[in-house]
């Protein structure tokens, strides 16, 4: 039975439709948003699952028109710049690499990677909900970001910029930027799950 459709895509399975409706835009108003409503984005990536509840993410963010806005988004790479100057919050996800349990040494979490995408999937969920959005990006300098975020190297790992905006026309984009504005399609379930054994 075919799932729902929204956004021009069309689901194979039946799933709700809010994760059809999720996507990432370029295009934002470049309004302020408000702090509350921005912490209602990190309160719902509180919730996220994590090996052993460790809760690894972390996120670093800059309201634009601030000192802090500047000084990240300009580890941006141009090709993003170009387009986030639209944004209102900018943010990077940054992951802890150990589990911190209080009278034990830290140990190695070899799923905190994988925890902080959760944190951040979560994020991008509820900026969705209220009417926002939220556009993540490997596109920036990572090896500056530890000093200018003053992340310790040896035990975080800086994990992806995210830009949050309301959305806009994509006429306020220039191109390639406006032909891109579209909700891009995904590869189908059987391509990459697998019963039994793993197939590349």
Do not use: C
Request: glycine letters at 6%.
């Amino acid at each position: 039975m075919a799932g729902p459709e929204a956004n021009g895509r069309s689901a194979d399975h039946d799933v709700d439709p809010m994760f059809l409706e999720r996507w990432s835009p370029r295009a934002f108003t470049g309004e302020p948003m408000p702090d509350a409503l921005l912490m209602s984005l990190f309160e719902a990536a509180r919730w996220a699952p994590s090996a052993y509840n460790g809760q690894p993410w972390r996120f670093v963010y800059g309201h634009k028109g601030t000192a802090e806005w500047d000084r990240l988004f300009d580890l941006l790479i141009p090709y993003n710049q170009a387009w986030v100057k639209h944004a209102s919050v900018l943010m990077y996800v940054v992951s802890d690499r150990f589990r911190r349990v209080e009278g034990r040494e830290p140990a190695p979490v070899h799923s905190h990677s994988f925890d902080a995408g959760a944190a951040w999937a979560y994020l991008a969920l509820q900026a969705h909900k209220v009417g926002w959005a939220a556009h993540g990006m490997a596109g920036f300098d990572l090896e500056r970001s530890y000093a200018v975020l003053d992340v310790p190297e040896d035990q975080y790992r800086v994990e992806a910029a995210i830009a949050v905006g309301r959305p806009a026309d994509k006429e306020i984009l220039e191109e390639p930027y406006r032909s891109r504005e579209t909700p891009s399609p995904r590869n189908p379930v059987s391509s990459f799950a697998f019963e039994g054994r793993f197939r590349a």
